[in-house]
C-alpha cells in the first residue's frame, strides 16, 4: 500500500515539474469592472468577461480574450466614446512607467456618441502617454457627413480628430434640413419632446 502513494505522489510531482510558471497567469478576473477618475471626474470605464495578468521582470501584461469594451467621458462627464474589440492586451512597462500601452484587434468598432461618428477597423493602439489611439491597418469611418476608407488612422485617445493616412474610394455627402432636431439620447438629461 505505501510503495502505491510514493508512486502516485512520484507521478503528479513530475507533472508539476512539466509546468511553466511564467506563462500561467499570476491573476485572473471573472467579470472585470474598472473607472478611472481625473481629478475627482469620471473620466473612462472598463469592462471585460475575463481578464488574465502575466508579469515578467519588464512588463506586466494584462490580456482579455473574451473581449473588451471602453467607455470614455469628456471633461463634462458625459459619455464621448465607446470602444469595444474582440480580444485585448494592455503592456505596461516596468521599467519606465510612462510607458503603457493598450492593443484591441479583431473586430474594433469606435464610436464617438456626441460626433455621431463610427470607426471600424482590425487593429487599434491607444498610448496613454501621448493621449492617442492609431492604427496602420485598413479602418472606414462613418460620419452623418459620409463614408471614409483608407489605411492608417491617428486620432486624440477621444476619437475627437481622426485622420486617415491613406485615404481611398470615399465619399462625402451634404444634407441641411433646419427642421430637423438631433438630441442625443446618452447624455440627454430633461424632458422628451412629443412627436
Known amino acids: 500500500m505505501l510503495a502505491g502513494i510514493l508512486v502516485s505522489c512520484k507521478t503528479r510531482l513530475a507533472e508539476a515539474e512539466l509546468l511553466d510558471p511564467s506563462k500561467a497567469p499570476v491573476q485572473t ?3 472585470m469592472f474598472a473607472l478611472n477618475s481625473t481629478n475627482g471626474k469620471l473620466s473612462m470605464r472598463a469592462e471585460a468577461p475575463t ?5 515578467t521582470d519588464t512588463a ?4 482579455f480574450p ?4 471602453v467607455y470614455g467621458y ?6 464621448e466614446t465607446i470602444i469595444n474589440a474582440d480580444n485585448a492586451r494592455h503592456v505596461v512597462n ?11 484587434f479583431g473586430n474594433v468598432v469606435v464610436n464617438n456618441v456626441i ?7 482590425d487593429t487599434l493602439y491607444w498610448d496613454r502617454g501621448k493621449n492617442e489611439i492609431y492604427t496602420d491597418c485598413y479602418v472606414k469611418m462613418i460620419s452623418e457627413d459620409g463614408f471614409m476608407q483608407g489605411y492608417g488612422m491617428r486620432s486624440d485617445d477621444h476619437a475627437r480628430t481622426a485622420i486617415i493616412h491613406r485615404p481611398f474610394d470615399s465619399f462625402g455627402y451634404t444634407k441641411q ?3 430637423v432636431v438631433l438630441i442625443d439620447s446618452v447624455n440627454f438629461i430633461g424632458p422628451l419632446l412629443k412627436k
Do not use: S
Open 66 to 69: 473574451e473581449g473588451f469594451y
Open 51 to 55: 481578464m488574465a495578468r502575466y508579469e
Open 29 to 31: 478576473v471573472n467579470g
Open 74 to 79: 469628456n471633461e463634462e462627464g458625459q459619455l
Open 60 to 63: 506586466t501584461l494584462d490580456t
Open 94 to 104: 516596468k521599467r519606465k512607467k510612462d510607458n503603457e500601452l493598450w492593443e484591441a
Open 115 to 121: 460626433k455621431r461618428e463610427r470607426m471600424e477597423t
Open 177 to 179: 434640413d433646419t427642421t
